[in-house]
């Protein structure tokens, strides 16, 4: 099948960044092209139409190729638990829990499996796949078992792009030392090499690529602009990159950054509000006076909600909500916000009852089997009625605790099953990852924070968060594709 591979020197190189822009450019050629990433690790996960859960990254390039997601694009995704353990999902289902040490021994095989059906399937479907590849390709420690990268390149003899981050400093050295340590039948799939992240005047870089060229053999096919743009990170290293300040902003959200935070990309579109400030708050730093507090999901529920209430930032939060400050929880953050969390079965790897927050009247059960899957439901609060369309993944089943006959939780949505608000609109809970891609909710519940201020209120008529997403993309790829040449690696 025909296929470009793209690797990295390192993490964060710009293997996502540059594989999601191909697959735009390729789609404006006319291509039917599809992405694929053998094996991810991030706590980002999107879940399929059919209910299976991949990289939130793989999504994301599987709308830059015009397509809908499939489990088939990334058919291996670890969910890192904590304590050197992951959650193994393969073919978009949860297939066990395994300590790093003994991951491959006991999944190498299924994994190499279960990708190769899963390119055969995309071969029957599309004209050609971008491949990501994971971390480096030059892992000496690991490459005998890697199933993301060069593996990958081998089986189906694909022209592969190497990323190297200038920015970062020593590219050129990582370019090197790279190609020394492939394998002489890899290095003879690269075709080019993509300099990423490039902040200068080019032709102070001229005479380096010059050499570069002249020492390895092969091209340097792109050299990348650095990009501005908020695009969906795949772990929570990102965060520490991303700027909050903005001179037109009016309102301050703190998001707190938990150790296993999941699914950050829910706050992309307010990143990507001009008066919204979004601040990602460790739990070492003063949690001050923002105009909302929003506690998002995490994989590991019960011990991130450990750690908040050792640190002193939970009890911050009941402070600030005992001020009259909004609160917002987000799957796991929903989950800690109520009364008690328990876990008989350990399936977090800790088994006993702990105390929430008690914020909210529910009470949770983690159980081994997890619920993922899309979903369509009507808004009650901020606005009545408005169609909120997003993704619940969660193991926790929560009960509402029955209230007096004048209720001060209301449900948030039409399924009550979904979240909860106080009648004062300050406190707020949902399962609903994505809730914010929706347009008009997201600005009616902007506008509840802006009337406490004494601000205006923006406009609701606006678009979903995925026609900008959509312009995001595009200008992706105009970009990038302004600076890259694809030549070599197309039949």
Same mark, same amino acid.
């Given at each position: 099948?025909?296929?470009?591979?793209? $690797?990295?020197?390192?993490?964060?190189?710009?293997?996502?960044?540059?594989?999601?822009?191909?697959?735009?450019?390729?789609?404006?050629?006319?291509?039917?092209?599809?992405?694929?990433?053998?094996?991810?690790?991030?706590?980002?996960?999107?879940?399929?139409?059919?209910?299976?859960?991949?990289?939130?990254?793989?999504? $994301?390039?599987?709308?830059?190729?015009?397509?809908?997601?499939?489990?088939?694009?990334?058919?291996?995704?670890?969910?890192?638990?904590?304590?050197?353990?992951?959650?193994?999902?393969?073919?978009?289902?949860?297939?066990?829990?395994?300590?790093?040490?003994?991951?491959?021994?006991?999944?190498?095989?299924?994994?190499?499996?279960?990708?190769?059906?899963?390119?055969?399937?995309?071969?029957?479907?599309?004209?050609?796949?971008?491949?990501?590849?994971?971390?480096?390709?030059?892992?000496?420690?690991?490459?005998?078992?890697?199933?993301?990268?060069?593996?990958?390149?081998?089986?189906?003899?694909?022209?592969?792009?190497?990323?190297?981050?200038?920015? =970062?400093?020593?590219?050129?050295?990582?370019?090197?030392?790279?190609?020394?340590?492939?394998?002489?039948?890899?290095?003879?799939?690269?075709?080019?090499? $993509?300099?990423?992240?490039?902040?200068?005047?080019?032709?102070?870089?001229?005479?380096?690529?010059?050499?570069?060229?002249?020492?390895?053999?092969?091209?340097? $096919?792109?050299?990348?602009?650095?990009?501005?743009?908020?695009?969906?990170?795949?772990?929570?290293?990102?965060?520490?990159?991303?700027?909050?300040?903005?001179?037109?902003?009016?309102?301050?959200?703190?998001?707190?950054?938990?150790?296993?935070?999941?699914?950050?990309?829910?706050?992309?579109?307010?990143?990507?509000?001009?008066?919204?400030?979004?601040?990602?708050?460790?739990?070492?730093?003063?949690?001050?006076?923002?105009?909302?507090?929003?506690?998002?999901?995490?994989?590991?529920?019960?011990?991130?909600?450990?750690?908040?209430?050792?640190?002193?930032?939970?009890?911050?939060?009941?402070?600030?909500?005992?001020?009259?400050?909004?609160?917002?929880?987000?799957?796991?953050?929903?989950?800690?916000?109520?009364?008690?969390?328990?876990?008989?079965?350990?399936?977090?790897?800790?088994? &006993? =009852?702990?105390?929430?927050?008690?914020?909210?009247?529910?009470?949770?059960?983690?159980?081994?089997?997890?619920?993922?899957?899309?979903?369509?439901?009507?808004?009650?609060?901020?606005?009545?009625?408005?169609?909120?369309?997003?993704?619940?993944?969660?193991? &926790?089943?929560?009960?509402?605790?029955?209230?007096?006959?004048?209720?001060?939780?209301?449900?948030?949505?039409?399924?009550?099953?979904?979240?909860?608000?106080?009648?004062?609109?300050?406190?707020? &809970?949902?399962?609903?990852?994505?809730?914010?891609?929706?347009?008009?909710?997201?600005?009616?519940?902007?506008?509840?924070?802006?009337?406490?201020?004494?601000?205006?209120?923006?406009?609701?008529?606006?678009?979903?968060?995925?026609?900008?997403?959509?312009?995001?993309?595009?200008?992706?790829?105009?970009?990038?594709?302004?600076?890259?040449?694809?030549?070599?690696?197309?039949?």
């Amino acid at each position: 099948m025909k296929a470009i591979m793209v $690797v990295g020197t390192t993490s964060h190189a710009g293997k996502s960044l540059i594989s999601t822009a191909i697959c735009r450019i390729l789609s404006r050629r006319g291509w039917r092209v599809a992405p694929f990433k053998g094996q991810n690790m991030a706590l980002n996960a999107y879940v399929t139409a059919n209910g299976g859960e991949i990289g939130y990254a793989q999504a $994301v390039q599987a709308w830059a190729a015009g397509v809908v997601p499939w489990v088939e694009m990334n058919p291996i995704l670890l969910k890192p638990q904590g304590d050197m353990t992951s959650q193994v999902i393969i073919k978009g289902r949860p297939v066990g829990r395994v300590k790093a040490s003994d991951y491959y021994e006991q999944y190498f095989d299924i994994g190499w499996q279960a990708i190769q059906e899963s390119l055969k399937h995309l071969s029957t479907e599309f004209d050609l796949l971008v491949c990501e590849g994971a971390g480096s390709p030059a892992e000496i420690n690991l490459k005998h078992r890697d199933l993301t990268n060069m593996r990958i390149a081998k089986y189906l003899n694909a022209p592969t792009i190497l990323v190297v981050d200038i920015d =970062r400093g020593g590219a050129f050295a990582h370019v090197v030392g790279t190609l020394e340590l492939l394998e002489p039948e890899e290095r003879a799939l690269i075709k080019g090499i $993509v300099i990423n992240k490039f902040r200068g005047q080019r032709s102070l870089l001229e005479p380096g690529i010059k050499w570069l060229e002249e020492r390895i053999g092969i091209p340097v $096919v792109g050299v990348i602009p650095y990009f501005q743009e908020v695009f969906p990170a795949e772990d929570s290293l990102d965060l520490l990159e991303r700027n909050s300040y903005k001179s037109t902003a009016d309102l301050n959200i703190t998001v707190i950054r938990l150790p296993r935070i999941a699914n950050f990309t829910d706050f992309d579109p307010l990143e990507s509000e001009p008066s919204v400030a979004v601040k990602f708050l460790s739990m070492k730093q003063e949690l001050g006076h923002p105009d909302a507090v929003i506690i998002p999901g995490s994989k590991t529920t019960i011990t991130d909600l450990l750690l908040m209430q050792k640190s002193g930032m939970a009890e911050a939060i009941q402070n600030y909500a005992a001020s009259g400050g909004t609160v917002l929880g987000i799957c796991g953050g929903y989950q800690m916000l109520g009364q008690i969390i328990a876990d008989p079965e350990g399936v977090e790897g800790q088994a &006993g =009852r702990f105390q929430g927050l008690n914020l909210l009247p529910i009470r949770t059960v983690i159980t081994g089997q997890k619920i993922a899957r899309q979903r369509q439901v009507s808004s009650n609060y901020p606005q009545m009625g408005l169609p909120v369309n997003g993704f619940e993944i969660h193991q &926790g089943r929560s009960r509402i605790e029955q209230q007096e006959d004048n209720p001060t939780f209301q449900p948030l949505f039409d399924d009550v099953n979904l979240g909860l608000v106080d009648n004062c609109q300050s406190i707020w &809970g949902t399962y609903l990852h994505g809730l914010f891609d929706n347009g008009p909710w997201r600005r009616a519940w902007l506008n509840r924070l802006r009337q406490q201020r004494g601000l205006k209120s923006l406009p609701t008529g606006v678009a979903n968060y995925r026609e900008q997403r959509e312009q995001i993309l595009d200008s992706l790829a105009t970009e990038i594709e302004a600076h890259l040449n694809l030549a070599p690696f197309l039949p």
